[in-house]
T-cell receptor, first 117, second 113 residues
Framework: DGGITQSPKYLFRKEGQNVTLSCEQN?????MYWYRQDPGQGLRLIYY???????QKGDIAEGYSVSREKKESFPLTVTSAQKNPTAFYLC????????????????FGEGSRLTVL | QKEVEQNSGPLSVPEGAIASLNCTYS??????FFWYRQYSGKSPELIMS????GDKEDGRFTAQLNKASQYVSLLIRDSQPSDSATYLC?????????????FGKGTKLSVKP
């Protein structure tokens, strides 16, 4: 079945550690995104990528890093520089670059819940 | 700062009633409008998109757009307990520039049997 797979589903991190969240899609989508969701909050964009080897910062990129070495994969690293990393992280993809009307039609993975101990 | 505003709720309606969810946005140049449904602890799922003024119907769901008033709404007819979720409004700006999809904080809907 086509879809977006995020792993791990739950992750615990100690202070000062970097962690990497995996996101893989087999939908052949060009664009991929990482969002963060805090309780009672909307989704905030961390990074996005339209094509392989290219990505752009979103609204809250500080303390995060990404790579896009393959079309199917867009991992997110939460670094120790991120002051408040406990959150629900959502990876999404869309079938075409965001320069047409339907660029807001996102397909989401199941999410990764990160807790800092 | 471009904003999308939603009443956080909870909005409580009886089973079979019409649920009306509202959203306002600040960027007058916004082009595309979306409604996502998010069950508790789950990821969002796109349920409706609308691009021009007026109504768009899909089954029990109707999206309504009024660009002059910068207002978009979602009506759910014959509400079911399975519709209980948080509904996120999302808006893209003019020109579809990269990374410009803005989400509201969502309205929590509770449908009582």
């Amino acid at each position: 079945d086509g879809g977006i797979t995020q792993s791990p589903k739950y992750l615990f991190r100690k202070e000062g550690q970097n962690v990497t969240l995996s996101c893989e899609q087999n939908l052949n989508h060009d664009a991929m995104y990482w969002y963060r969701q805090d309780p009672g909050q909307g989704l905030r964009l961390i990074y996005y990528s339209q094509i392989v080897n290219d990505f752009q910062k979103g609204d809250i990129a500080e303390g995060y890093s990404v790579s896009r070495e393959k079309k199917e994969s867009f991992p997110l690293t939460v670094t120790s520089a991120q002051k408040n990393p406990t959150a629900f992280y959502l990876c999404a993809s869309s079938p075409r670059p965001r320069d047409t009307l339907n660029t807001g039609e996102l397909f989401f993975g199941e999410g990764s819940r990160l807790t800092v101990l | 700062q471009k904003e999308v505003e939603q009443n956080s709720g909870p909005l409580s309606v009886p089973e079979g009633a019409i649920a009306s969810l509202n959203c306002t946005y600040s960027d007058r140049g916004s082009q595309s409008f979306f409604w996502y449904r998010q069950y508790s602890g789950k990821s969002p799922e796109l349920i409706m998109s609308i691009y021009s003024n007026g109504d768009k119907e899909d089954g029990r769901f109707t999206a309504q757009l009024n660009k002059a008033s910068q207002y978009v709404s979602l009506l759910i007819r014959d509400s079911q307990p399975s519709d209980s979720a948080t509904y996120l409004c999302a808006v893209t700006g003019y020109g579809g520039s990269q990374g410009n999809l803005i989400f509201g904080k969502g309205t929590k809907l509770s449908v009582k049997p």
